[in-house]
């Protein structure tokens, strides 16, 4: 499902982030921003049909699209592909500190089991936007693994930080690079032979 994009999507949903963490990912807080807009509430209905879901599917599309903005600003393809994947994962974490209770309610809300297939798109469309701004030109079969390798460690490392209250939250720096650390390692693994077959000469 391809998402909206609009200019006018993109203020609501940043109007609405600050009365988040106070009210969730609700009609209420979504009119809060649109009032700070000076705008009819129930434009919602129209910016955002599905609801509030919706909305949280907007913001993660807004964040992914900052993220690769901030990534080529920084000119990140000089790095190795794992830095470049590793800065590009702590930029996402870095732009969104201010936001943490509204991820958490965004993780809420995506966690129901109505909503799990916007869960889904979610994840997909950030791991793709990732690789997107680490620089991935692959067109093969490579997409796909390196697409579904990322989501574990993004996700993993989202659940660690949202615990992590450290100033510029070193732990979590670390736990990425041991997740990416140990991707390495299993990707320089050998695969076994099949038992009853010769390893190639």
């Known amino acids: 499902m391809e998402i909206e994009r609009s200019e006018e999507r993109d203020a609501a949903i940043r109007a609405a982030l600050p009365h988040v963490a106070a009210l969730g990912w609700t009609r209420a807080a979504l009119s809060a921003g649109l009032r700070d807009l000076g705008l009819e509430p129930l434009e919602q209905d129209w910016l955002f049909p599905r609801g509030p879901v919706e909305a949280v599917e907007a913001w993660c599309d807004l964040a992914d699209r900052e993220m690769e903005e901030a990534a080529r600003q920084e000119d990140i393809v000089s790095l190795r592909i794992p830095d470049r994947i590793r800065r590009v994962l702590m930029?996402?974490?870095?732009?969104?500190?201010?936001?943490?209770?509204?991820?958490r309610r965004a993780l809420a809300?995506?966690?129901?089991?109505?909503?799990?297939?916007?869960?889904?798109?979610?994840?997909?469309?950030?791991?793709d936007s990732m690789w997107?701004?680490?620089?991935?030109?692959?067109?093969?079969?490579?997409?796909y693994t390196r697409r579904a390798t990322l989501v574990p460690i993004y996700g993993a490392t989202l659940a660690f930080w949202l615990q992590d209250d450290e100033p510029g939250f070193p732990a979590t720096r670390a736990f990425l690079d041991r997740r990416l650390a140990d991707l390495a390692r299993l990707q320089r693994r050998p695969a076994k032979p099949r038992q009853g077959t010769a390893p190639a000469a």
């Open 91 to 103: 930029l996402r974490l870095e732009r969104n500190e201010p936001h943490k209770e509204a991820i």
């Open 109 to 127: 809300l995506q966690s129901l089991p109505w909503n799990v297939p916007s869960a889904l798109r979610t994840v997909a469309r950030t791991a």
């Open 132 to 143: 997107a701004a680490a620089g991935d030109t692959s067109a093969d079969l490579s997409w």
